[in-house]
C-alpha cells in the first residue's frame, strides 16, 4: 500500500462544475499538506498549502483536511478549461521525512468548454 | 535566474554509459531537491542539500546514483553504468528557507532521461 493514494482519473467535467479531487494517506504524522498543479510538460507548481486540519481558501480553489480520517480534498468551483492539468497531493512534517514532499500520484482533470 | 533551470532537457543514452544531470536553481535559494518522475506517477524523493551540504540522500536507489552541490549553488546529479529502468524524468527543485517542512519549493521543467 502507498502512503499517499490518489485517484489517477481522468476526470471529466463541463466548464463551470464544481470539482473535487482527494488523497487520502496513512502516516499519521504528516502535518503539512499541499496541493500542485501540473500542466503537461511542465514541472509541479504549488496552489495550496495547508498546515494540521481545516479548510484554506483561495478564490475559487478551497483544500480541506481532515487529519482523524486521514483525508484532503482540494475543491474547485466554477472549473475552466485552463484548470485542466494533473492535480498532485503531496504531504510532510512527519519527523523521519525531513525535508521531504511525499506525492500522490496525481489526478488527470479535464474541463471541457 | 527567474526559476529553476535544468539542463539537458532531453537525454537519450546507451544502456551503461554515464550521464550527468545539471541543475541550477532559483537566485539565492538554500535548499535544492532532486526528484524523480514516472510517467502516470508523482515526483519521488531523491536526495536535497542545504547550501553544499547534502542533508539526506535516503532516495537514492543504489550507489550507481550521487549527487552534488560543490558551491552550494548549481547541483549535478550523475548516475554511473546506465540501465534501461533509469529512464524517467529527473526534476530539480529549490526553496528558500532550508528547516521549514512546509516550505513552498519550486520545480524545474525536469530532464528526461531515456536509456537504451
Redesign the interface.
Known sequence: QKEVEQDPGPLSVPEGAIVSLNCTYSNSAFQYFMWYRQYSRKGPELLMYTYSSGNKEDGRFTAQVDKSSKYISLFIRDSQPSDSATYLCAMSGAVEYGNKLVFGAGTILRVKS | GAG?SQSPRYKVTKRGQDVALRCDPISGHV?L?WYRQAL??????LT?FNYEAQ??KS?LPNDRFSAERPEGSISTLTIQRTEQRDSAMY?C?SSLE??H??????????SWLTVV
Open positions: 529553476v535548499s531537491y502516470g506517477q508523482g515526483p519521488e524523493f536535497y542533508q539526506d532516495g526534476r527543485a532550508r528547516t517542512p512546509g516550505n513552498t519549493i519550486y520545480f524545474g521543467e525536469g
